[in-house]
């Protein structure tokens, strides 16, 4: 059997116009620009959020050679991740992941063009998912940091803040107890 025949045509695959080819290479674009400005809007302290004191009997430049050693090794605690790389990777990796999952998905829905607007789609919703995922992980690395530092001055003999209630000065109150009952008293019947 011969395909050669002049009634037999192989199908061909409708080529893409130069706007599809345009959406197409945009997108990665487009995704790649919006991460990068969505992850320029995070700005985080790189030290610690708390305050310290030096330490009875300890000088400033003792203290200032704690608070750099200190600093350090929160940083290492962190495995050297400050938070604000942690948002802005955080907040990229929504954002591609969203697009990727959009592209797929308009191209599972709608061919070329609607992978373009799948891309579009998803790079908006991972966007606004990526800036609440950027929040969290800056809030969790900054307290993690945090939590380091403090650890980290208060066994050099600084002082640190605490949680903790107020405790009252003023002694409490106590009642005297109740007077013994008379000589030869004797309980109603029916008592104990």
């Known amino acids: 059997m011969s395909f050669e025949s002049p009634d037999y045509a192989m199908p061909t695959t ?42 009875t009997g300890k000088s400033f430049d003792q203290f200032r050679q704690d608070d750099f050693t200190c600093r350090q090794y929160a940083s290492g605690q962190n495995s050297g991740i400050d938070t604000t790389a942690a948002a802005n990777n955080s907040a990229i990796g929504s954002a591609v992941l969203g697009t990727a999952l959009g592209a797929a998905a308009g191209a599972a829905i709608g061919g070329s063009s609607g992978a373009a607007i799948g891309a579009g789609a998803g790079l908006l919703a991972g966007g606004a998912v990526g800036a609440g995922n950027a929040q969290s992980s800056a809030y969790v690395t900054q307290s993690r940091y945090d939590q380091s530092y403090v650890q980290c001055m208060y066994a050099s003999g600084n002082r640190v803040p605490v949680r903790g209630e107020m405790i009252s000065s003023q002694p409490v109150q106590r009642y005297a107890p109740p007077p013994p009952p008379p000589p030869g008293w004797k309980p109603p019947p029916g008592s104990y």
């Open 14 to 55: 409708p080529q893409p116009t130069p706007t599809q080819r345009r959406s197409r290479l945009m997108a990665p674009l487009a995704a790649a620009v919006a991460a990068a400005t969505l992850a320029g809007c995070v700005v985080v302290p790189t030290g610690p959020s708390l305050m310290a004191l030096p330490g």
